[in-house]
């Protein structure tokens, strides 16, 4: 992705989601599991279920998994995750940072990276 459009889709991203605060919806009333966190310069810290997918969007937001997620998707720019297990990381816009202890069982997590300065590492 070019400078200017990597500039272009932080600049909508940060228009999108500036002054919101983190919100964050455990959706189990049907069993899906679904932890959905939006917003702005937030931390929060989520227990995960082997069934959980994870979607966090914003900015500046500081995000710790508990427990085997199915997988975790991070949109915006400035974000810190942290995941104990996973078996999927995707990850889009800027300047992202996702830290895995493991993926699921003894394989590791299917990774999709795009935009920029976007890091994804194993804790080890």
């Given amino acids: 992705m070019n400078r200017k459009l990597g500039t272009a889709v932080f600049m909508m991203v940060a228009c999108a989601f500036g002054p919101m605060t983190a919100v964050a919806q455990d959706d189990d009333a049907e069993g899906s599991g679904n932890i959905d966190i939006t917003g702005s310069g937030e931390t929060?810290?989520?227990a995960c279920t082997p069934e959980s997918t994870v979607e966090i969007t914003g900015e500046s937001n500081t995000?710790?998994?508990?427990?085997?997620?199915?997988?975790?998707?991070?949109?915006g720019s400035g974000n810190k995750v942290k995941v104990e297990a996973t078996r999927?990381?995707?990850?889009?816009?800027?300047?992202?940072?996702?830290t895995y202890t493991?993926?699921?069982?003894?394989?590791?997590?299917?990774?999709?990276?795009?935009?920029?300065?976007?890091k994804i590492t194993?804790?080890?």
Avoid: F, W, Y
């Fill in 88 to 98: 999927a990381i995707s990850v889009t816009g800027s300047s992202n940072s996702v």
């Fill in 102 to 118: 493991r993926g699921h069982g003894k394989s590791k997590p299917k990774i999709s990276r795009t935009g920029m300065d976007n």
């Fill in 63 to 75: 995000v710790t998994l508990t427990g085997e997620c199915k997988s975790v998707t991070v949109n």
């Fill in 44 to 46: 929060a810290t989520h």
């Fill in 122 to 124: 194993q804790e080890k």
